[in-house]
């Protein structure tokens, strides 16, 4: 079995920064991209940054020049660096990562969410 545990949410003041940070454990090959996303009530779950295991980033353009996706390898680790927060980013973010658990099965799993408050 395969589990995402997500740390690093909390309650911060506009102009604040938070990390998030993700990791895999279980019966993991290898992984390929890593991801954020994001949920409110008002937009549903979006993502916000995805990273692959070479390294290439992608970014919602909401996010861009604020937000830094970093992944360890070795440690079965994707982090989400947010700087410059505004109250428009407070939802429960959720980590998602791609896993390979046998040579010939890939599946999505998800973490069980954490929330992030901007607010003054």
């Known amino acids: 079995q395969v589990q995402l545990v997500e740390s690093g949410g909390g309650l911060v003041q506009p102009g604040e920064s938070l990390r998030l940070s993700c990791a895999a454990s279980?019966?993991?090959?290898?992984?390929?991209?890593m991801g954020w996303y994001r949920q409110t009530p008002v937009k549903g779950r979006v993502l916000v940054a995805s990273i692959i295991s070479g390294g290439s980033t992608n970014y919602a353009d909401s996010v861009k020049g604020r937000f830094t996706i970093a992944r360890d390898n070795a440690k079965n680790t994707v982090y989400l660096q947010m700087n410059s927060l505004k109250p428009e980013d407070t939802a429960v973010y959720y980590c998602?990562?791609?896993?390979?658990?046998?040579?010939?099965?890939?599946?999505?799993?998800w973490g069980q969410g954490t929330q992030v408050t901007v607010s003054s």
């Open positions: 279980g019966s993991i090959l290898s992984i390929n991209a």
């Open positions: 998602n990562a791609e896993i390979r658990t046998t040579s010939w099965s890939t599946y999505p799993f």
